[in-house]
């Protein structure tokens, strides 16, 4: 187990430095100096010249540099923006709260929804219901998020006018933004209009919620469908069934438990499609979060902003996979096995 | 079986659809006659540069300051045309129209914040020190924040006053060098506002003297609240106003700078004033009847200008040659969608100085061929055309102009390389002038005319970096100095004719439209007329009781 732990950590380490050297390159490579690039200092003075050549070995061969633009980076200095000025680090607080909140949301939402879906269509498997199921997620799945976004706007926001289309909440609202997440910063405010700004920032968050919420969900549903129908149809499940045990505790006590294992760790594969959504989302509804953030950067050629949100954003995947992988490992004596037989 | 499949509709009964039910229950809130906060929500196309419009020409920054949070001397009525009392309530010249006394508004309350309360009230001090700043180069303030006044330097400000001079607490003189027909019209420019001194010694005893362009005090009708950068910015009504508070809980401006975007948050009731509209998106504005689209002839200017030190550009037959084989009519249907006039002179049609009769630069590539052939450029050349992607009052899409025209070019063998940057990226490399030819333009702040010349082709204008032709000429510095000496209309209309026609043949710069002048507001906000020199103002907007009528009107 703990030998698997360590083998992890390393793949994982090894992972994160070939992502920060393909971001390092990346910064070589773009047009403009590499001091400006690095720090998003531009015009820098002598005098900041000098210390950005300091803090970032720049006098020395490439693989100081890349030595010391890891060490800055994970000490948390992300340079400045170009656009802004403001320390990256600063603005990615900022902007992540926004998209957490979005995804956590869309999370549930598809998790409501597939999951259920998916257990009907394993149990009513080969039946109208499946199909049906399979269908829906099969449409659903098809469905490119921009253009559901747009649809949705086009519809609900400016043909039938009953949801905004942008934002996470009306400006009339004075929010102080405590925590970065709406509802909880509404819960922590004195307002008077307390009740409205809630229904206000609900409204705002049901089509993108539910825009990003489609993909997840369809994944949910046949993840959920394949991995439950195949435990349904294991010989321990016969053996249960004819000890006349109730179909409820099959399904809850017996078949689904061990069902959650391929589910989670392929749901936690999907991760990178969540965030990849999520960023065509929060650009539909301009929603203020990292993608939006990083696409503006790439508009605006902000290089240090652009590769602070490559480095976060394929972080986050990483230490998520391996996350999840240890913690099925951990749960799954199963799994274990074959990993320590194969190595 | 059945118990299992029953066990899971029990599921789905008491979990999604209670999920759903919930937030169709929220749904339609949005759009009832219920309001939400109230206050009024304006979507604004871009951050302000700074809280003080006294360091910048761009209209974003003066919209989100100039008549919010400050207040000016004497105020430009643009419904009659003429200037009126502002923080001065009355005021006259003198016989040779060089000293200028003000008699000042008592009982006006500066605004107050975190870090500063005001314990008196405006007086000549404050006047005293706010044009200071700005003209005398040894003033405390003159280098905080950067150390330019483009408009002032434009206008020949520091030149022209010999001296301020505070005859007592409410009453100054300001004595000017020579005559100015256009001085009165600069002190109502949107940039000339008035600061407080007694925040400015504050600030300078604890050495943050940056902090009263950032930290505004004013007397406006708004203080600032907080601001977000490219967020928000949120005022609250100065209950002391000295011209009435505000009837308004709040203002927020909403910084989208994408132009469907704010459409759509107008559309959907997020936003109720919009800046900017774009050209294409007024047939959808036209046909909601909750929306109200103001339209005025805009005192502005797009303009295609020549960096005349880099040659070819040196020779006026290479920029006349251009300027026969540009489609202006083209520009105006592609890029304007008609909302715009083509632009014979920098001047346009409206100002009383116009000159309708200068020769024109017809579209005929034919004949800049046989010009550029004249200069030995027959067999063409390569060009540089610099521009930004942010949209603007006097061109909505640069650089679809700038494609436009290199397509046009690429008619007479002119090769085209367009270069862009962001807006301030953009203005911070214009100054060391690598351009050949950049696109960009001019919205005029006040009525005069002086407001086309010297800020855009005056020597000062040069050092200032208002002027993008990197030419200026002793013979038009001369005319404009002789044209705003006089208060003649008459004889001033001479002197512009004629520089106008100067211009017309040297062109250093290709005149290309002048853009009608736009703002969409929700039907139920009034007291917002349209100021066609840009600049707006939201101390007398109220939201009328008639919220509802939103309702219905689908």
Redesign the interface.
């Known amino acids: 187990m703990w030998f698997y732990i360590v083998r992890r950590f390393n793949l994982f380490v090894l992972t994160v430095a070939v992502l920060y050297f393909l971001v390092f390159l990346m910064l070589v490579a773009l047009p403009g100096d590499l001091a400006t690039n690095i720090s998003g200092q531009q015009q820098a003075s002598p005098a900041q010249l000098a210390e950005l050549t300091q803090t970032y070995q720049l006098d020395k061969n490439w693989f100081n540099q890349y030595i010391s633009f890891i060490n800055q980076r994970i000490h948390g200095n992300f340079g400045i923006s ?3 000025n ?1 320390p990256i680090y600063d603005e990615i607080l900022k902007f992540l709260p926004a998209t957490i909140e979005l995804c956590v949301y869309a999370t549930l ?1 598809a998790l ?2 597939g999951f ?1 879906l998916g ?2 269509a394993a ?2 498997s080969q039946k109208p219901a499946d199909f049906m199921v399979l269908g829906v997620s099969l449409i659903g799945y098809s469905i490119p998020v921009f253009w559901l976004g747009v649809i949705a ?1 086009m519809y609900f ?2 043909e039938l ?7 996470r909440l ?5 929010i102080e ?1 405590i925590t970065g997440f709406t509802l909880i910063d509404i819960w922590l405010s004195n ?1 008077e ?1 307390k009740q ?2 809630y ?2 920032a ?2 705002h968050l ?1 089509m993108p919620t ?1 825009t990003l919420a489609v993909i997840p969900a369809t994944m949910v549903m046949r993840i959920t469908r394949t991995a439950v129908r195949e435990e349904l149809n294991a010989n321990y499940i016969k053996a249960s069934q004819s000890r006349g045990l ?3 505790t ?2 809850f006590r017996h078949a689904l438990p061990n069902a959650m294992q391929p589910i989670i760790s392929q749901l936690s594969l999907q991760l990178s499609t969540l965030l990849t959504s999520a960023m065509v989302t929060e650009v539909i509804f ?1 929603w ?1 979060g990292i993608g939006n953030w990083l696409i503006d950067a790439i ?3 902000d290089y240090p902003v652009i590769s602070a949100g490559l480095l976060i954003c394929a972080g986050f995947i990483i230490l998520v996979s391996v996350l999840t992988d240890v913690v099925l490992i951990a749960t799954t004596p199963k799994r274990r096995s074959a990993i320590d037989g194969s190595s | ?5 029953n ?2 509709k029990f ?2 009964k008491y ?2 659809l209670p ?1 759903f039910l919930f ?1 169709a229950g ?6 009832d006659g219920e309001r ?4 009024i ?1 304006y979507c604004s196309e871009g951050d302000p540069t700074t809280f003080n419009p006294q360091l910048t020409t761009t209209g974003t920054t003066t919209d989100a300051t100039s008549y919010q949070l400050y207040n000016r001397l004497v105020e430009y009525d643009p419904a009659l045309g003429s200037i009126m009392p502002g923080l001065a309530h009355h005021w006259h010249i003198n016989e040779n129209g060089k000293i200028y006394t003000f008699y000042l508004r008592k009982e006006v309350p500066f605004h107050s914040n975190k870090i500063f309360t005001p314990t008196r009230h405006f007086n000549a001090d404050d006047v005293l020190f706010s044009f200071n700043r700005i003209i005398d180069s040894q003033h405390p303030y003159n280098q905080v924040s950067g150390g330019t006044y483009p408009f002032f330097q434009s206008v020949g400000f520091s030149s022209l006053i010999e001296k301020i001079v505070k005859v007592h607490p409410h009453m100054i003189t300001i004595h000017l060098k020579e005559k100015d027909s256009s001085f009165l019209a600069n002190l109502a420019a949107n940039f000339a506002v008035i600061l407080s001194k007694e925040y400015g010694d504050q600030l300078l005893a604890s050495q943050t003297p940056a902090k009263i362009d950032t930290m505004p005090i004013g007397t406006g009708p708004f203080y600032l ?2 601001y ?5 910015i ?1 005022y609250k009504p100065n209950k002391s106003y000295w011209g009435g508070a505000p009837t308004i809980e ?1 203002l ?1 401006f ?1 910084i ?1 700078p ?1 132009s469907t ?1 704010r459409i ?2 107008l ?4 936003c109720d004033v919009s800046a900017l509209p774009q050209s294409s998106e007024l047939e959808i504005l036209r046909r909601n009847l909750n929306l109200e689209l103001q339209i005025q002839t805009g005192f502005n200017v797009s303009y295609f200008a020549f960096n005349l030190k880099k040659p070819p550009f040196d020779q006026p037959k290479v920029r006349q040659a251009i300027a026969h084989a540009i489609n202006k009519r083209a520009i105006i249907e592609a890029v304007y969608y008609g909302s715009a006039t083509e632009a014979d002179s920098i001047l346009p049609p409206l100002s009383w100085a116009y000159n309708d009769e200068l020769t024109q630069y017809k579209y005929n590539p034919e004949l800049s061929k046989q010009l550029l052939a004249e200069v030995g450029l027959g067999q063409g050349f390569e060009m540089d055309i610099w521009t930004s ?1 942010v949209q603007r009052i006097y061109n909505p899409n640069a650089i679809k102009t700038a494609e436009l025209l290199q397509g046009q070019l690429a008619n007479i063998g002119v090769k085209v390389n367009i270069i862009s940057y ?1 807006w ?2 953009f203005l911070g490399k214009l100054n060391s002038y690598e351009y050949d030819s950049v696109l960009l333009g001019w919205t005029a702040d006040n009525a005069d005319p002086d407001n086309f010349f010297r800020p855009i082709f005056s020597c000062a204008a040069l050092a200032s970096g208002s002027n993008r032709t990197n030419w200026c000429s002793q013979e038009l510095d001369q005319l404009f100095t002789k044209a705003i000496s006089s208060t003649n209309q008459k004889d001033r209309t001479a002197v512009y004719h004629e520089v106008l026609e100067k211009l017309n043949v040297q062109l250093p710069l290709i005149p290309i439209a002048h853009a009608l002048r736009f703002q969409v507001k929700n039907r139920s906000i009034t007291g917002m007329p349209l100021n066609p020199y840009g600049g707006i103002a939201f101390a007398k907007s109220r939201r009328s009781a008639s919220a509802g009528s939103r309702i219905g009107a ?1």
């Open positions: 170009f656009t802004t403001q939402v409501i929804v259920p257990m009907l149990i009513q706007i926001g400016l006018q009953w949801l905004p289309v942008a934002g009306n400006l009339l609202y004075q933004p307002l209009y409205l700004a229904r206000d609900f409204a049901v539910l109730s179909p409820a099959i399904m301009s203020p508009y605006q050629r | 079986m059945y118990l299992m499949i066990s899971v599921f789905l979990s999604i999920f937030l929220c749904e339609p809130n949005h759009m939400v906060a109230p206050g929500v609240d907080s977000f950068q490219s967020n928000h949120r709040q927020v909403d989208t994408k975007n759509a948050k559309l959907t009731g997020d992607p962001g301030s990226v689908q």
